[in-house]
């Protein structure tokens, strides 16, 4: 089965990114072990597809110059992930209705589209409205990661077809020592100027988290989980900036790799983590993670799964003394693993869905 993975990767500067890529080709690999695997996104475009503007792909539509069309007719299945949490209109519509369109002509193609397990919504405008109500309808198979994005399409007219979790726990655990004790992650996106919170107050929490762990005996690693790139929120320049400001010696691990990432985050005792897929890379490794919420997309997985630990910098009054306690509870490690065997049942519905879908493709 030749099977196109939508908006993620394997080399993405976003390790978030290459989880979603690596864990949805990992769940389809469950179904069809021999699957062929193509990765589509903005940083790997085949040159058939051209995604920078709704403008070039609808011309390319009409005229067909580029042949993207007979190049989408050539696979069996199309699993759309929309990068995890940009089905959604809160990065704008444009964006939305880029990646909308490649589904869409991918069904004009007559390839099965697959929504694959993501966050649905917010949708906070009409337009955002209508092209997710059309995109739900067109897709052959859909699946949310959150019961309120299972919420979200059921308001739109389409509900889903599968509740599952996210794609990162079907990938391995790696098996190693616990060397590490808090490992942090500063996020980039949150550190300069952004749409979601207080920058200037985020970096304050940030500093005061580092103070208390420090007063509490806590050894610490800054982690980057969106490496250096095009892109401005890397992570790497924020955590510069940090230590640069600090006397502090920190350890900093700059991951080669998602392998390399998820090896860190398991050797750790706990990971506080401002980049969601910091911490879902945490626990599907079985490392408890304490999330620093910065958008509606943490809260509702987590709480589906049991995993109520976690601070959102948007509401809380004392972010850092929320976080610091959470940190210090003997109880985390023994929640963690409790985790993983809800994750996996949840990954089953997944499984038995996909594998619907394939049989009707190979029918």
């Given at each position: 089965m ?5 908006w ?13 890529g ?43 110059t580029?042949g ?14 929309r990068?995890?949490?940009s089905?959604?209109d809160?990065?704008?519509?444009r964006r939305?209705?880029?990646m ?13 589209v ?17 092209v997710a109500?059309?995109s ?36 391995p ?52 989980h ?17 230590t ?9 691990v ?45 809260g ?9 630990r ?10 850092a ?21 809800v ?14 879908s394939?049989?009707r493709?190979?029918?």
């Amino acid at each position: 089965m030749r099977t196109l993975i939508l908006w993620a990767d394997d080399a993405s500067p976003n390790l978030g990114v290459r989880a979603l890529g690596a864990g949805t080709a990992a769940l389809l690999r469950r179904v069809d072990p021999k699957a062929d695997i193509v990765f589509q996104n903005y940083g790997v475009r085949a040159p058939q597809l051209p995604i920078g503007r709704l403008r070039s792909l609808v011309k390319e539509r009409v005229t067909g110059t580029k042949g993207m069309q007979r190049w989408l007719a050539g696979f069996d299945l199309i699993v759309d992930t929309r990068s995890g949490d940009s089905f959604a209109d809160i990065y704008g519509t444009r964006r939305l209705m880029v990646m909308s369109a490649v589904s869409e002509f991918a069904a004009q193609a007559g390839v099965p589209v697959v929504l694959g397990p993501q966050t649905i919504g917010p949708f906070d405008t009409a337009t955002g409205r209508a092209v997710a109500r059309r995109s739900l309808r067109r897709a052959d198979l859909v699946m949310a990661r959150d019961n309120q994005s299972a919420k979200a399409a059921k308001a739109l007219g389409r509900p889903v077809d599968v509740l599952t979790t996210d794609v990162v726990f079907a990938l391995p655990r790696p098996e190693v020592e616990k060397s590490r004790d808090v490992v942090l992650n500063v996020s980039g996106l949150l550190w300069y100027p952004n749409p979601h919170v207080d920058h200037a107050e985020y970096r304050r929490t940030v500093h005061c988290l580092l103070d208390g762990l420090a007063a509490d005996g806590r050894e610490v690693t800054l982690l980057a989980h969106v490496l250096e790139s095009d892109n401005p929120d890397s992570d790497i320049h924020a955590i510069s900036e940090l230590t640069a400001e600090r006397r502090d010696s920190l350890e900093v691990v700059t991951p080669r790799d998602l392998d390399d990432v998820r090896r860190t985050v398991a050797s750790a005792n706990v990971v506080l983590g401002s980049r969601m897929h910091a911490c879902l890379n945490a626990l599907s490794t079985g490392t408890p993670a304490i999330p620093l919420a910065y958008s509606r997309k943490f809260g509702p997985l987590l709480g589906d799964l049991g995993w109520t630990r976690s601070v959102d910098l948007r509401t809380a009054a004392d972010a850092a003394g929320d976080a610091l306690a959470q940190v210090a509870d003997d109880g985390l490690a023994d929640e963690a693993a409790l985790l993983l065997g809800v994750t996996e049942s949840r990954l089953a519905r997944a499984t038995t869905a996909l594998t619907t879908s394939v049989e009707r493709v190979a029918a």
